[in-house]
């Protein structure tokens, strides 16, 4: 089943998503600050809300974590 269509599927991906954008903000920042437009200024948003959420996303991460284990 595609994670399109499967909603625990679908928010896992998107956890992945802004957590993996946050951490390469974080080691190389140019990379998506010069790509605020377009497609690739979706990962540039992900960054901004990993950084400014990241005590939700952390507890949504552990969550996802726990929810998978049973």
């Known amino acids: 089943?595609?994670?399109?269509?499967?909603f625990q599927s679908l928010i896992?991906?998107?956890l992945l998503a802004?957590?993996?954008s946050t951490y390469v903000h974080q080691i190389f920042p140019r990379i998506l600050d010069s790509n605020k437009e377009g497609v690739l200024g979706i990962f540039w948003k992900f960054a901004r809300i990993g950084e400014r959420l990241s005590p939700y996303i952390s507890v949504a991460c552990i969550i996802m974590a726990v929810r998978l284990l049973f």
């Open 1 to 6: 089943m595609s994670a399109l269509f499967n």
């Open 12 to 14: 896992l991906v998107l």
């Open 18 to 20: 802004i957590c993996t």
